[in-house]
């Protein structure tokens, strides 16, 4: 393989959705003539949203991917609810890009630039004081090396950048933020709301936090409910990097954009103690390229970052760089899910709702915040997600009847149906890791990652209180035919697609790989920012917060570059 070197950079940004767009705005803003790297195919805002808006109909298979198909080359990320025929481009095909499951983990990954930040839901919620403090409180993992002090005024600033719906409720293990106009709930969920809150105090319903516009904002149009947020967004309404962060970046004249580029490995400068830049391996021509930089931000997901990481290997750090402390790899962590309910309302038959509402309900962790929620049989907690409809034609596919009669009552909306997802918090666990292959590789040659992780004690028994505190909310509600079911096929790890660990911040350079800045203990000019920076996964959505992190991140790798630190 032919190696080409090219032009120094200011910095590198190493993948291009949620951290590493936010990275590279920041970088790009503070004046930094950027890179940023993308192992995707290239994708631009509007001209890229090839399905958005089109009707079944106008589908070559009204919106099914033959099963075949999903089991040829879409075995894994055909498991993803949004996948179908309209988005399955948006995704890698597994045939392409294998990596080895030690234990059953579902890896889904984005196969263009923008990243997984064109499929996420939205659902943006801050970390609390107790999130920071749980793993020092309760002997769980590592002490953060950060508290929500010192993240606060991130969130704030990221926030107002991104735009995020919300209601304000004051609730410590839940912080408000920078919030627009909330959305409406549906007359079934205020309903529900009431019925909760009587019968149990201590639970809210509040309307999902989402980052998606209610009200315009720096030149982007709010949401006009056309449900289809997956297949791209023409009004920038929905917040993704390719609609938002990365033409930020772009307007300053700092930043170039790289698709189809495979990040190899870090290249090590032992004279100076610092990362020198990258190898990046062309996708479509083979060849290899190094870029340098005087600072890297690693954001290609936790599994990527940390494949990137361990397969950069010198006679300083014979097990990837930056990993003296050897827990690179290791601490591996998502949501466990899976715990679903679901019901049925008579009532309300004369209300219904106007368009696609893109966000759901949120009922916040009400277990262990204090001593008159602790339970003796788990430590940390869940939440839920949730949302109502009334349902449609399709129904017919299992009612009794035919014929014109039939037909007739398919005509008119049938009855409201309300269902909650459970999401629990799961502990930072050394043996749930991912490493090397020393056998296989992938079509660069790169070592396929093998990825072994698993749910602990903790988790199952969270998980008994979780379905059983599902129900009586179902039952509070007065709802008909209600269903609670623990899916273990879809609670398999990785599924929540909220990953985290594997380079986490600590205090302790023996055991953590990052510091309180996202900055590596051993490698003063390299920093990560994504999933894989985190230290515990609370119980909440992570995006924003990786993107809060980051932004405070790039804020202290500049003064540090402009001051001669690093």
């Known amino acids: ?107 889904i990954r984005a196969n263009q630039v923008g990243g997984r930040s ?61 919030f627009l106009e909330p959305m409406e709930m549906t007359a079934v969920e205020k309903h529900a709301k009431r019925s909760i809150n009587a019968s149990f105090p201590d639970r809210l319903m509040t309307i999902g936090r989402c980052a998606v516009l209610t009200e315009e904002l720096n030149g982007r149009a709010p949401c006009h409910y056309c449900g289809e947020c997956e297949r791209g967004c023409s009004t920038r ?90 827990v ?70 299992a009612q009794a009847g035919i014929g014109a009669a039939l037909k007739d009552s398919l005509r008119e909306p049938g009855p409201w149906e309300m269902q909650l997802w459970g999401f629990g918090e799961t502990l930072p666990r050394y043996e749930n890791h991912c490493r090397l292959s020393a056998d296989e590789t992938d079509q660069w040659g790169i070592p396929q990652l093998i990825v072994s992780a698993d749910w602990g004690e903790n988790e199952f028994a969270m998980r008994k209180d979780m379905a059983e505190s599902a129900q009586e909310m179902m039952d509070s509600c007065g709802f008909r035919d209600i269903e609670v079911t623990d899916n273990l096929e879809f609670n398999r790890p990785g599924l929540a697609i909220h990953e985290m660990g594997t380079a986490r911040m600590g205090r302790d350079p023996r055991t953590s790989v990052l510091n309180a800045f996202n900055q590596a203990h051993d490698v003063p000019n390299l920093f990560v920012t994504d999933g894989a920076c985190m230290t515990s996964t609370a119980v909440q959505n992570p995006s924003i917060t990786y993107m809060a992190l980051t932004a405070r991140a790039v804020d202290y790798a500049v003064k540090a570059l402009h001051s001669g630190d690093i």
């Not at 970088?27 to 890229?48: I, Q």
């Open 1 to 107: 393989m032919n190696i080409h070197t090219r032009q120094e950079f200011d910095a590198i940004v190493v993948g291009s959705g949620m951290s590493g767009g936010m990275a590279a705005k920041e970088l790009c803003e503070k004046g930094l003539k950027t890179l940023v790297l993308d192992r995707g195919v290239a994708f631009e805002h509007g001209t890229s949203f090839v399905t958005e808006h089109k009707a079944a109909f106008e589908l070559p298979r009204h919106g099914r991917v033959p099963l075949q198909e999903q089991k040829d080359d879409y075995r894994i990320q055909s498991d993803v609810y949004l996948f179908d025929e309209a988005t399955k481009h948006l995704f890698v095909k597994d045939s392409e890009q294998p990596y080895i499951q030690e234990k059953p983990y579902a890896w």
């Open 118 to 178: 064109l499929m996420w839901a939205r659902q943006t919620y801050r970390w609390s004081e107790m999130d920071f403090e749980a793993n020092l409180r309760d002997g769980h993992g590592a002490d953060w090396p950060i508290r929500y002090s010192d993240i606060e005024p991130w969130y704030d600033y990221v926030e107002s950048f991104v735009g995020v719906s919300g209601q304000v409720e004051g609730l410590p293990q839940l912080p408000d933020g920078k």
């Open 237 to 326: 309404s929905f917040f993704s990097a390719v609609s938002v962060s990365l033409p930020a970046a772009a307007a300053t004249g700092n930043m170039t954009l790289q698709a189809n580029s495979i990040v190899h490995s870090i290249i090590y400068d032992a004279e100076n103690d610092r990362a020198r830049g990258v190898r990046v391996i062309d996708s479509l021509t083979q060849e290899m390229t190094e870029y340098y930089a005087k600072v890297i931000f690693m954001c290609a997901s936790t599994l990527g970052t940390t494949q990137i990481m361990l397969n950069s290997k010198n006679s300083r750090f014979p097990d990837g760089i930056a990993n003296s402390s050897g």
């Open 328 to 397: 690179l790899g290791h601490y591996l962590s998502d949501h466990h899910m899976g715990i679903d309910a679901k019901g049925f309302s008579d009532d309300f038959n004369d209300r219904y709702y106007v368009g696609s509402r893109p966000n759901g309900i949120y009922i916040p962790r009400f277990r262990n915040l204090n001593s008159a929620t602790h339970r003796s049989d788990y430590v940390r907690g869940f939440a839920y997600q949730g949302s109502t409809w009334r349902l449609g034609p399709t129904r017919g596919g």
